[in-house]
C-alpha cells in the first residue's frame, strides 16, 4: 500500500534534503601568529547548515554518560540529545517522502522539529520580501 502524498509535502521534503546536500561542514584551521606567538582561528570555515538541523547534531555531554550507567536512569536518547549526523537525517527525510515514517519517538520527533523549523523559516522570508516563496500550483493538490 502506497500513502498518498500532496505535491506541496514532496516539494518541501525535496527543498529540505536539497539544503542538506548543499550544506558544507565548519573545519577548524588555525595559523600561527607571527606577533603573538599563539595559534589564530581567524580562518575557521563556518558551517553552513541551517538553523533548523543544528539541533540533531548535539553531542550528550559526557559528564551525563555516567547517567546511562544508572540501572533507573535514562536510556541514550532520551535525554533530549539526538547524537545524529546528516547521514542518518536525509535517511528520516526520505523515508518520510516515501510515506514511512517512523513509531520511534527519537525519530518522530526529530521530523517533527526539523519540518517545522524550515517551514518557520520559509514563513521568514515570505514575511521579508512580501511574496510567496512556492508558486500557487503546489497548493491545487492540498486537501486543506
Known sequence: MQAATNLYYL???DDMLG???????????????NVTGLPDYGSTIRSTFPDW???????TPKNKYIDYCIVDGPKPYEDG??????????RILRNSRNGRLSKYDRISTAW???V???LSE???????????YYPDEIFEECPF
Open 11 to 13: 516539494t518541501v521534503i
Open 53 to 59: 538541523s543544528k539541533f540533531f547534531y548535539e553531542k
Open 116 to 118: 517545522l523549523g524550515f
Open 81 to 90: 540529545y539526538f547524537n545524529g549526523n546528516t547521514k542518518e537525517l536525509k
Open 19 to 33: 539544503v542538506l546536500d548543499n550544506s558544507t561542514p565548519g573545519k577548524r584551521q588555525w595559523t600561527h601568529d
Open 112 to 114: 517533527e522539529i526539523a
Open 122 to 132: 520559509i514563513r521568514d522570508i515570505e514575511e521579508q520580501y512580501g511574496e510567496s
